[in-house]
């Protein structure tokens, strides 16, 4: 894992591509009114900056993605920063998910969350927040409890969740949607608008 600002493959400090808006839910009713929570994907990026969670998706070949238990359902395994850089907070990840704490990880993506009006009760930096998505640059095996699952049974189990469509573009050569689309966001939001670029 490198440290410098774009934590990616180590050639140069460029990203390879620049990130692309692939999807949008706006309103977003989980943010405060006005929010919308937008999908950037690509596939060496320089991460951003305010970060409030990261999170690492673990590969088997191009079919299979590897997913823990929560709460709330299946995810990827994340770690909330609470502070912490974003490159502290992947390797804390790291350490957690497979154990390679020096692995070389690339950002892939990032849902960023745009707040004009934050009010008093929100807890994220405002106008922007975002949640990066890592890949491990060589296929690694997890160490903690999980399930690895093809693309398509994911569809119909973690659609909801935010990162699903950087996931869906990295994991689909072929660009389109797998099912569940329409499916709620963030464990039990419908979006009532949700544009796919």
Request: proline letters at 11%; a positive charge.
């Amino acid at each position: 894992m490198r440290t410098s600002d774009s934590m990616s493959s180590g050639k140069e400090d460029v990203p390879s591509r620049a990130p692309r808006l692939i999807g949008v839910v706006d309103p977003a009713p989980w943010l405060p009114r006005g929010g919308r929570a937008e999908a950037w994907a690509g596939d060496d990026l320089v991460v951003p900056d305010p970060c409030i969670l990261v999170r690492i998706l673990l590969t088997r070949g191009e079919r299979r993605l590897f997913l823990v238990e929560t709460e709330r359902g299946p995810d990827l395994p994340s770690l909330r920063l609470d502070g912490a850089t974003p490159a502290d907070g992947l390797r804390r990840l790291a350490a957690r998910t497979h154990g390679e704490v020096d692995a070389v990880h690339r950002c892939i993506g990032w849902i960023r969350n745009v707040v004009p009006v934050p009010g008093s009760d929100y807890p994220h930096p405002a106008p922007y927040a975002y949640v990066p998505v890592f890949e491990p640059l060589a296929p690694l095996p997890p160490t903690v409890s999980g399930a690895w699952v093809d693309i398509d049974a994911a569809a119909d189990r973690v659609a909801d969740r935010h990162w699903w469509l950087i996931v869906a573009r990295r994991l689909n050569a072929e660009g389109r949607l797998p099912r569940g689309g329409s499916a709620l966001l963030n464990g039990g939001y419908r979006a009532p608008a949700r544009r796919l670029l």
